[in-house]
């Protein structure tokens, strides 16, 4: 079974500042979907940026990119210029490409500082 | 038009009540799917329908939790007789095409329903 694992249970950052979410994951198949979902405390879940597998240029959707590495099962995500609505709580989330669902890390709260 | 809803937002049940939680999919979305959050930890997957049809069941815990979708949009989620570790946010979502690979097939979320069973 597929399996994402966020090993930093919290970070936090200073407003302006840069940070980077770590992600790992597991899995047998060669093709794939990552994303990043925020959950701010209103538990709305919001899709921040998504990677095909496929594709090894990395996704940017302005201030937050992906560093994905694909040997090593590594899908980080940085946040450049932090701002005071960035804080939440962020899950990393895998899905087949023939599938259907999520299988989603244990999140990581991010506090920004101001 | 508007995103998904669910509702209500909150539930308290005495433990041993059935409980049925609603949501409303965006319109038009083929693919609905409910995810069960307990506190601190990150949505697991339950169960997922395309149009009415119910095409994977196998995170359903137990028994007591049945899912439905009578005309392929609103589905209602029914817990039976709960027990105090059903307590959870349970989250709706859905994506307008089927699981057919394509990336465009973003989950939207609802708000969620936070149950409380005591």
């Known amino acids: 079974a597929q399996t994402v694992t966020q090993s930093q249970p919290e970070m936090s950052v200073q407003e302006a500042e840069t940070v980077t979410l770590s992600c790992t994951y597991d899995?047998?198949?060669?093709?794939?979907?990552l994303f990043w979902y925020k959950q701010p405390p209103s538990r709305q879940m919001i899709l921040v940026i998504r990677?095909?597998?496929?594709?090894?240029q990395n996704a940017t959707e302005n201030r937050f990119s992906v560093n994905f590495q694909k040997a090593a099962k590594s899908f980080s995500l940085k946040i450049s210029d932090s701002q005071l609505g960035d804080a939440a709580m962020y899950f990393c989330?895998?899905?087949?490409?023939?599938?259907?669902?999520?299988?989603f890390g244990e999140g990581t709260q991010l506090t920004v500082n101001p | 038009g508007a995103g998904v809803s669910q509702s209500p937002r909150y539930k308290v049940a005495k433990r041993g009540q059935d409980v049925a939680l609603r949501c409303d999919p965006i319109?038009?979305?083929?693919?609905l799917f409910w995810y069960q959050q307990a506190l601190g930890q990150g949505p697991e997957f339950l169960t997922y329908?395309?149009?009415?049809?119910?095409?994977?069941k196998s995170g359903l815990p137990s028994d007591r939790f049945f899912a439905e979708r009578p005309e392929g949009s609103v589905s209602t989620l029914k817990i039976q007789r709960t027990q105090q570790e059903d307590s959870a946010v349970y989250l709706c979502?859905?994506?307008?095409?089927?699981?057919?690979?394509?990336?465009?097939?973003?989950?939207?979320f609802g708000p969620g329903t936070r149950l409380l069973v005591l």
């Open positions: 979502a859905s994506s307008r095409f089927s699981s057919s690979g394509t990336l465009q097939e973003t989950q939207y």
């Open positions: 899995t047998s198949e060669s093709d794939y979907y």
């Open positions: 990677q095909e597998a496929y594709k090894q």
């Open positions: 989330a895998y899905r087949e490409t023939s599938g259907s669902r999520l299988t």
């Open positions: 319109s038009g979305h083929v693919s």
């Open positions: 329908f395309q149009n009415e049809a119910q095409l994977d």
